[in-house]
């Protein structure tokens, strides 16, 4: 939903600004329209406060189901918002209040849903399941696009060419309650992970004195501050591309190339669709070689790429700006691929959702997610087009310094956790081995629990008696 709601705002920025900012004088209006996308970032930090401590404390599935309710109510009501024709300028600020219930609820819905996928996922192929939660995102965000393109070729070949401003931008944003209400049936009926479940019952300290038990705000910082730096360092470089790609680029081509509304979303939603098939290959990829190497791929292709891509770019045709999309969404490819597996890794079980809503929104609310407010600010200051190009580049050196201090962990147990493997016989050759084996540290595990093995994963810890028919069948979790 959150990335549905992307998609929209971004293919729609120029649209809503005759909608919502008409009456602001020059290119006042644009700002108004993107300041109303980096205010929900501005709030994120917020509900990550507020929503990562309380998903360490009453479960991720409690917490994921509170988000994707206030996020899909936002979004609808976006779709009912009076017009500048009936309050003038004033008509923006109920849209920005509704962007700020969004935020807050997606404060807590990234790091949630990643801890949720990674606590479920297999240690030694954390990477190719984890990457399916962006998958998600981005197939969400190319129906976002998707939905403007239809709306508007249906709206303006029945209407004419003013159909959009007229009436037209409400309906993307409407299609969001019935989705909505199939996510919210959905979020209902998902399991706790075992992982939360295990820790629940564990004895470590829950004062604040242990930086694996349960911890507060204070603690987390206290405790896991460095960590958090590394977080908001590799954070930043992914998402100032990928909001570059998704959020900011629609409005770049129509104002800065001069290339129509439609025939942006045309050119981006192939090349999504294809990138969030290649996600997959890439999250196995780090299951073989690691989560570094492939941050380094990232790193190095966005500094490689970027210049040549906007440079491609202004010629103007839509081979020409397909192909640079797609140049900009190689590096986007590697970070997010390995997202949802790399950074819950770097948190214990016990406050884990906190640790990763902290990191993960200062980042996106900081650097990430006003990407498209700060490079439009920087062309206009400035007058070189390029700049978002260096924007990209210089959170992608940053992000390199951090990935050089992040400690690697694939094939790992996430750390607070018991290994989690996809067959009986996985976790028995874990327990014969469990002495020698150099990827396996039983001292953050909470060792003074057994659990019962649950359907779809198999905890090494709770292993009883070997069942041969599983032993041999094996079951394999389902991506979440």
Not at 33 to 49: M, N
Not at 108 to 137: H, I, K, N, Q
Not at 383 to 404: H, Q
Request: proline share 6%; aromatic share 10%.
């Amino acid at each position: 939903m959150e990335w549905f709601d992307f998609g929209i705002y971004g293919y729609l920025a120029v649209t809503l600004t005759v909608v919502f900012t008409s009456d602001a004088p020059g290119g006042l209006g644009l700002l108004l329209t993107l300041f109303g996308f980096a205010i929900s970032f501005l709030v994120r930090p917020l509900g990550g406060f507020i929503l990562g401590p309380l998903g360490d404390r009453i479960g991720r599935q409690r917490v994921l189901f509170l988000t994707m309710t206030m996020m899909a109510i936002a979004t609808g009501l976006i779709g009912l918002l009076p017009t500048s024709d009936l309050l003038g300028l004033w008509a923006i600020v109920p849209l920005y209040f509704l962007k700020m219930v969004q935020g807050f609820s997606t404060g807590g819905e990234y790091a949630g849903a990643t801890t949720y996928v990674s606590e479920f996922s297999p240690d030694r192929s954390r990477g190719y399941w984890s990457s399916f939660l962006d998958v998600g995102s981005y197939v969400g965000f190319a129906a976002g696009a998707s939905t403007v393109a239809l709306t508007t070729w249906i709206v303006e070949g029945i209407s004419g060419p003013d159909a959009m401003t007229d009436y037209g931008w409400r309906i993307p944003f409407l299609v969001a309650i019935p989705l909505g209400a199939v996510a919210i049936w959905f979020r209902l009926r998902i399991p706790e992970t075992p992982a939360f479940e295990a820790e629940e019952h564990d004895g470590r300290a829950a004062d604040g004195s242990d930086p694996l038990g349960r911890l507060g705000i204070l603690g987390i910082f206290r405790h896991h501050w460095r960590v958090i730096l590394i977080g908001i360092a590799l954070v930043s470089a992914t998402n100032t591309a990928g909001y570059a790609l998704t959020s900011y680029m629609p409005t770049y081509l129509e104002t800065e190339v001069g290339v129509s509304n439609l025939m942006a979303a045309v050119a981006t939603v192939p090349v999504l669709i294809v990138m969030s098939a290649c996600l997959p290959l890439i999250g196995k990829l780090s299951d073989r070689i690691g989560r570094k190497p492939v941050y380094g791929i990232a790193v190095v292709s966005t500094i490689v790429l970027m210049v040549p891509a906007f440079t491609i770019m202004q010629i103007g045709q839509e081979w020409a700006v397909m192909l640079a999309l797609a140049m900009v969404a190689i590096p986007v490819a590697f970070y997010v691929a390995i997202a949802a597996s790399a950074l819950p890794a770097l948190f214990p079980t016990a406050s884990r959702f906190g640790a990763m809503a902290i990191a993960y929104n200062l980042a996106v609310s900081l650097f990430g997610g006003t990407t498209p407010l700060f490079s439009q600010a920087l062309i206009d200051l400035t007058g070189n087009t390029y700049m978002p190009a260096f924007y990209i580049m210089f959170f992608a050196a940053l992000g390199g310094i951090a990935m050089l201090s992040m400690k690697e962990t694939a094939k790992r147990p996430l750390m607070g956790s018991f290994p989690t493997v996809e067959t009986r016989a996985e976790a028995k050759e874990l327990v014969a081995e469990q002495d020698e084996n150099e990827l396996l540290d039983t001292g953050t595990m909470p060792l003074d629990i057994i659990l019962p093995v649950k359907e779809g994963t198999t905890d090494a810890a709770s292993l009883g008696d070997a069942d041969p028919e599983a032993e041999a069948s094996g079951k394999h979790p389902e991506p979440v």
